[in-house]
């Protein structure tokens, strides 16, 4: 028994971010190939599964903080949606829901503990919907709910947003967002900003996709969260916006097997705000699988 602890002890510790120095896992790197595209994929580590969805904004990138870390424990896959950092854009119609389908058939995954960001929340719970068997747990980022909607004050960012004149100029757009807008990062967190100035920079993902239909889910989620009954740890940012916090809370309600939590001077990208915080949280919350 006390060696059980001792070990459980030392894992939240390294996954609280106390060793995110330590020596690197090898990563194996690639492309998925999808119905009109392909899919740029990072692998590593052995174990239990671990598959992260970015949010609607970066790529694969957001989880820099978390990828290796999480490899010295489990499998950890990491992906860019189409439209995304190095993965092709669409030319007709896609499915996210297919896609990452095809990312448990070719990468060979039976189950995993899925952890989603935002739009990426969304398609966690969708995916989990429709594919009960292959979830064994989430992590729900400033997750979003399909069929909850949003406000107007979400639409133009409590009046922080640009016009539309000035949001076809695609370096306005990536320095709003990444410097400016109140509720995606923290104004205090300046080292973020920078950090998604860059990538946004080097990967603008607007306009990408633009304009190609993405196939809804079979599902309206916001219905049947009460199926879902694998734990589920649901993380948001203290200074993200309203909308957001509404989403999480119906997710909360919904999911009965879930915890939800609000991580202090962080906005919407918590796990390049507050990683020591974040990881923590995760630990915790996988010290069970």
Do not use: C
């Not at 489990?74 to 854009?89: A, E, L, N, Q, T």
């Not at 896609?94 to 058939?105: A, G, I, R, T, W």
Request: hydrophobic fraction near 40%; proline fraction near 6%.
């Amino acid at each position: 028994m006390k060696i059980k602890t001792i070990v459980l002890v030392a894992f939240v510790l390294a996954v609280s971010g106390l060793s995110l120095k330590a020596q690197g896992v090898p990563v194996d790197s690639g492309y998925i190939a999808v119905d009109g595209g392909k899919l740029y994929y990072e692998a590593a580590g052995q174990g239990k599964t671990i598959v992260l969805l970015h949010d609607g904004m970066v790529h694969h990138v957001i989880w820099d903080d978390q990828f290796q870390m999480l490899a010295r424990n489990y499998r950890v896959i990491r992906y860019d949606r189409r439209g995304f950092g190095k993965s092709s854009d669409p030319a007709s119609a896609y499915s996210h829901l297919e896609d990452l389908n095809k990312v448990f058939e070719q990468l060979r995954i039976d189950k995993a503990i899925v952890f989603g960001m935002s739009a990426g929340g969304g398609l966690a719970i969708d995916f989990a919907l429709q594919n009960p068997g292959k979830v064994e747990g989430l992590v729900l980022v400033g997750a979003v709910v399909g069929g909850l909607g949003y406000t107007a004050h979400m639409a133009n960012r409590g009046g922080h947003m640009p016009p539309a004149s000035e949001r076809t100029n695609m370096k306005k757009v990536v320095e709003y967002f990444a410097l400016e807008d109140p509720y995606e990062i923290y104004p205090g967190n300046t080292a973020a900003r920078q950090r998604v100035m860059k990538w946004m920079s080097d990967y603008p993902e607007k306009g990408r996709a633009e304009g190609i239909p993405v196939k809804p889910a079979p599902r309206t989620a916001l219905k049947y969260l009460s199926e879902i009954n694998v734990p589920t740890l649901i993380l948001v940012g203290e200074f993200d916006i309203p909308d957001v916090h509404a989403h999480a809370g119906a997710i909360n309600a919904g999911i009965a097997n879930s915890t939800r939590k609000v991580i202090p001077n962080s906005g919407h990208l918590i796990p390049i705000e507050q990683p020591e915080l974040f990881n923590k949280e995760i630990g915790n919350f996988l010290q069970w699988y």
